[in-house]
């Protein structure tokens, strides 16, 4: 009885070890699967990231192209209009010291014009004084006489 009894437990001992051996493995192989699952997940997250990141690098590339090529055209339009603003300036200057030699030339031309007519005006007013002189002189020789 003893015997048989002993081998009965054992195999019932053997049995329930062989049961959790197989549960444990069971469990092991479930919870690698879970592993695994989580183990694609990742990767896909991954390469889901990884296409995001490339994207936005490539756009970020991009808006940087476009923000540089757009400063080139500001910058390039505001040295057009500089350029338009210093020959405009040019310009004035050019018609200010034009009008400026005009005005001096008309002046001079003003002061001899006066000049001569000062001059022509003093001969004539010098010959009236003298013809009236002469007039008064005429006169008096013809009281005395």
Do not use: P, W
Not at 78 to 96: A, D, H, P, V
């Amino acid at each position: 009885m003893f015997g048989s009894g002993r081998d009965h437990g054992s195999f019932e001992i053997n049995d329930n070890r062989k049961q959790r051996i197989l549960n444990t493995i069971r469990n092991s192989e479930e919870l690698r699967k879970g592993a695994i699952e989580q183990l694609e997940r990742a990767r896909a997250r991954l390469r889901k990231v990884e296409m995001e990141a490339d994207e936005y690098r490539m756009n970020g590339y991009s808006e940087i192209e476009r923000e540089k090529q757009n400063l080139i055209n500001a910058t390039s339009n505001s040295l057009e209009q500089l350029e338009n603003y210093k020959n405009e300036t040019l310009q004035f200057e050019q018609q200010r010291a034009i009008n400026q030699v005009r005005q001096r030339v008309f002046q001079q031309a003003l002061q001899g014009a006066l000049g001569t007519l000062n001059s022509c005006l003093n001969s004539e007013l010098h010959f009236r004084t003298i013809r009236a002189n002469i007039g008064i002189l005429g006169a008096m020789q013809e009281i005395t006489d």
